[in-house]
């Protein structure tokens, strides 16, 4: 589960308030992916990634 604490160390989401941190937190989905693994794929519909460890390649 991704909590309000890790979104507030997430610039973008740095000033949103704590209620608005907590909603956003129990909206969000924790994702694990293993190398050559994707998040997204052509055609899938927009979505909003924040990385909160590791790296991300092309």
Do not use: C, K, Q, W
Not at 31 to 52: C, H, K, S, V
């Amino acid at each position: 589960m991704v909590t309000a604490a890790e979104i507030a160390g997430i610039t973008i989401f740095a000033e949103l308030d704590a209620a608005d941190r907590e909603r956003l937190s129990r909206a969000a989905a924790d994702i694990t992916l293993a190398p050559g693994e994707y998040a997204a794929n052509p055609g899938d519909e927009r979505a909003l990634f924040a990385l909160l460890g590791g790296e991300s390649r092309r």
